[in-house]
């Protein structure tokens, strides 16, 4: 690459005291926490979730796939620069990576929490301790804010604050914690917002609550191919309410949820528009489906030939890279060999696009 390598969707590794430092007195008898149980090893545990989060998958990248578990892994044994921006830099040489821009890791299970108001707490937390962590890797890493969106104002205020405290997007719930989703022409301020701060909207895999892996027939490995279902949802849910044409501004990123799949998610949206929109009552819109999700939708993604091959086919201006790290998902230590495998199809400027200009212009960050 001619140009230094940003990962477009890194993860952090929440501490044990990531919440419970800085949650507020409200909540601070029931923030989440690390706690060992027997069979499962250390896990998170948070108040008003089913089930705890084992640490297993969290920082397994660069494990042999028949080494990776989810449970019966201690905290102290995960990648350390999942915590420590100081040992981060290491890592990201170790794989050629100059820059990443940063997502939650327990912060994705708690999108789906029932309470929007402790789920707000936990996030604000979570912002606290994520503005420490990348004041200490500046220009290294580069983090997204998280917020419930208990309502519209607030959630407003919480972009601006976040634009403070120097991140360069926000990663959203899958499904707000208002009555009304984000189709409902009441969100109209937020997404104002979002364009007068140039703030992206990222929509991860895992953070809506359609998108569990105990949703799934069959064996549970059959889950891991309809968790990106989520996140179609959503960007259809944008495109076909017209949000666009009323935002022309607004950008969303896709994230991990691959891009293989875009051309013809493409073509389906299109030829449902054309053939069904009166009958299904769809709003009316100023150009074709496809047209919004090429210019409004950037897709990042990680061990995606497929994605590679179909650059033609969407807007190559809008595929960005990314490594996963440390999650067990990721490309890490070996995305060096990955991309030079994955893009030897490609030209030099396309190779760029991907892996550094189309991050850097999506969130207007300058990486050297």
């Given at each position: 690459m001619s140009k230094p390598i940003i990962s477009a969707d890194s993860h952090i590794t929440e501490p044990p005291d990531c919440y419970t430092a800085h949650i507020g007195p409200r909540y601070r008898d029931k923030a989440p926490h690390v706690t060992e149980m027997q069979g499962l090893g250390d896990v998170f545990v948070i108040d008003g979730m089913p089930s705890p989060i084992p640490l297993g998958l969290v920082a397994a990248a660069g494990l042999d796939p028949k080494d990776i578990k989810a449970d019966g892994v201690a905290f102290k044994d995960l990648h350390r620069s999942g915590w420590d921006p100081k040992a981060r830099q290491a890592d990201q040489e170790r794989d050629g990576i100059a820059?990443?821009?940063?997502?939650?890791?327990?912060?994705?299970?708690?999108?789906?929490?029932?309470?929007?108001?402790?789920?707000?707490?936990?996030?604000?937390?979570?912002?606290?301790?994520?503005?420490?962590?990348?004041a200490g890797a500046p220009g290294r890493v580069f983090g997204l804010g998280q917020t419930a969106v208990t309502s519209v104002e607030a959630a407003v205020r919480e972009l601006e604050e976040m634009r403070k405290l120097g991140f360069v997007g926000v990663m959203m719930p899958g499904e707000p914690g208002t009555e009304f989703d984000y189709d409902d022409p009441r969100f109209d301020p937020l997404w104002e917002a979002a364009t007068d701060l140039d703030m992206p909207l990222s929509f991860h895999i895992l953070t809506s609550r359609s998108s569990g892996l105990d949703a799934t027939r069959g064996p549970k490995i059959n889950a891991f191919l309809q968790i990106i279902r989520s996140c179609q949802d959503v960007m259809g849910l944008f495109i076909f309410s017209g949000v666009f044409d009323r935002h022309p501004g607004l950008k969303l990123v896709c994230a991990e949820a691959d891009a293989g799949w875009v051309p013809h998610y493409m073509y389906r949206m299109d030829h449902a528009y054309e053939y069904h929109r009166y009958w299904m009552k769809a709003p009316p819109l100023e150009r074709k489906p496809s047209e919004y999700f090429r210019e409004h939708v950037a897709m990042t993604f990680q061990d995606d030939y497929v994605a590679f091959q179909c650059k033609d086919l969407v807007n190559v201006r809008r595929l960005m890279w990314a490594s996963d790290f440390p999650h067990s998902d990721s490309t890490w230590p070996r995305s060096q060999a990955v991309l030079a495998e994955q893009t030897a199809h490609l030209t030099e400027q396309e190779k760029d696009w991907i892996c550094h200009d189309n991050v850097a212009g999506w969130y207007g960050i300058e990486v050297h």
């Open positions: 820059a990443e821009i940063l997502y939650p890791t327990v912060g994705m299970v708690l999108c789906n929490h029932p309470d929007p108001e402790y789920k707000q707490a936990c996030m604000e937390a979570y912002n606290r301790w994520l503005a420490e962590y990348c």
